[in-house]
């Protein structure tokens, strides 16, 4: 199942409002390189810094998504978001 657009910049604007203001905060955590997949894993502790309210306000799951849908936008987020390299 692909995201609509629509659906997708929500989940990007909820992202930009939690990150943008924090970007060396992201910047050092981006620069610890976790996981075996880096991008995958930092895409995910983006997703994972939005407080319980703004996740469960995408009604993600609820919309027939999945973790596999939300993987690939999250990745696609932090593919476009050249504040983050390092």
């Given at each position: 199942m692909r995201i609509p657009k629509e659906f997708k910049d929500k989940i990007f604007q909820a992202l930009d409002n939690r990150l943008l203001s924090r970007i060396e905060e992201v910047?050092?955590?981006r620069a610890l390189k976790l996981g075996k997949d880096i991008d995958e894993r930092f895409a995910w502790d983006c997703f994972?810094?939005?407080s319980v309210e703004v996740?469960?306000?995408l009604n993600i799951y609820e919309n027939g998504f999945?973790?596999?849908n939300l993987g690939t936008v999250l990745k696609d987020y932090v593919k476009n978001r050249p504040e983050f390299n390092i």
């Open positions: 910047k050092q955590h994972w810094c939005l996740r469960e306000s999945n973790d596999n």
